[in-house]
């Protein structure tokens, strides 16, 4: 089974202040975060890739980028929308700038966070590390019932959220973090594999423009 992965596009329009959006924060896609799925969808085309399903979050960010993905592959069904893929809720830092939540004396858990990926313990997320990663988990099982072994999905979802997916994939978590190179960025995909009942990864972080 392949699981092809993408981060969201853009939700914040050039020279707007970026601030941490999470469950809470149901921001719709700029032009560019529209024109970045575009771009993911020609990427898959010129590679001939043609997913059986077509999963998604339920946050405006997430349906209308996996809408955009549907439209463009001429896919006859759209996205599947589950709350298993949605953001992690960021607590207080939701609608805060890096800079608005160190002034709230919260500066070692976003060091943490962004650096060692810690889970934060006094800024409010609603969701535990281990609630998370039962929903990656769940996610996995189900697809593997629904689709065959030679499958070739697609999943919407967030940065927060899709840095956990390392963690079913042996050390490469680990790996990933101690090279600095977890963070996806808006727009880009990363590829898993399953084989013998392993994931592993096959692509991170990759640009779909590249």
């Not at 996996?66 to 592959?73: E, F, G, N, R, T």
């Not at 939701?94 to 943490?112: H, M, R, V, W």
């Amino acid at each position: 089974m392949r699981l092809i992965f993408c981060r969201h596009g853009n939700t914040f329009e050039e020279g707007e202040a970026v601030t941490w959006v999470g469950a809470s924060e149901d921001m719709p896609l700029t032009r560019k975060g529209m024109e970045q799925a575009k771009a993911t969808a020609r990427a898959l085309h010129i590679q001939e890739i043609r997913p059986a399903a077509v999963y998604a979050g339920t946050l405006s960010r997430l349906t209308g980028y996996a809408a955009i993905l549907c439209d463009h592959l001429d896919l006859a069904k759209g996205p599947i929308r589950t709350c298993l893929l949605d953001e992690v809720n960021y607590g207080v830092w939701g609608g805060l700038t890096s800079e608005q939540i160190q002034d709230l004396g919260l500066a070692a858990d976003l060091k943490g966070w962004e650096n060692e990926g810690i889970w934060p313990q006094k800024s409010g997320w609603e969701e535990s590390e281990v609630e998370a990663l039962i929903r990656v988990k769940t996610f996995l099982r189900r697809i593997q019932e629904q689709h065959p072994q030679e499958a070739t999905l697609l999943a919407i979802t967030s940065n927060g959220l899709i840095r956990l997916f390392l963690r079913f994939c042996g050390d490469e978590y680990q790996t990933a973090l101690k090279a600095g190179k977890l963070k996806v960025k808006t727009g880009n995909y990363c590829v898993l594999e399953q084989a013998d009942g392993k994931w592993r990864s096959a692509a991170w972080n990759q640009d779909p423009r590249a």
